[in-house]
């Protein structure tokens, strides 16, 4: 609070600030941008170093669904059993979770994978790689999430301000 100039009995008030969301924030898109292409390059590399049989299991896709779900649970809930999201902690997440691993798992890759099989008299392999996919990466999930849990607690909270 100050006094207006020229109006000595007025007192002013801060202007509140204005918080942009983080979707808005140039810097943090960077983050994401940078951690997307990494992590996309990552799994082009691999993908093409295992190229998929039309009529079998696309192995590459699922591995690297299933490890991005148990990093992801993992990251995500180390970070959120250490601390608030923000300043690293959120960079972190933004970076690895959203950015890196959300460019390295792929359901777009999975879900043409499926429809492939199904439509090349492959379906029983395209029923078993779907539901096996969903079933192994919420399983992987939930490992990593309990990872998490078990590093949170050795970890404890990072000291509040």
């Known amino acids: 609070m100050g006094v207006t100039a020229g109006e000595p ?3 002013s008030t801060p202007a509140p600030v204005a918080h942009r969301p983080a979707h808005r924030l140039p810097g943090l898109l960077a983050l994401i941008f940078v951690g997307g292409a990494l992590g996309t390059g990552i799994r082009a590399s691999l993908e093409d170093a295992a190229p998929a049989d039309p009529s079998g299991v696309p192995w590459a896709t699922l591995t690297i669904n ?10 995500l809930e180390t970070l959120a059993r250490t601390g608030a ?4 902690r959120r960079a972190a997440r933004l970076t690895l ?3 890196v691993l959300g460019g390295f798992t792929t359901y777009s890759t999975f879900a043409v994978e499926t429809v492939q099989r199904l439509g090349h008299g492959a379906a029983v392999v395209g029923v078993a790689y779907a539901v096996g996919s969903i079933v192994l990466g919420a399983a992987a999930a939930a490992a990593g999430i309990a990872g998490g849990r ?8 990072e000291p509040r301000p």
Do not use: C, F, K, Y
């Open 9 to 11: 009995d007025r007192v």
């Open 66 to 75: 299933v490890i991005g779900s148990l990093l992801l649970g993992l990251l």
């Open 85 to 88: 999201d923000a300043g690293r």
């Open 97 to 99: 979770g959203t950015g």
């Open 150 to 157: 078990r590093i949170g607690r050795r970890a404890g909270p």
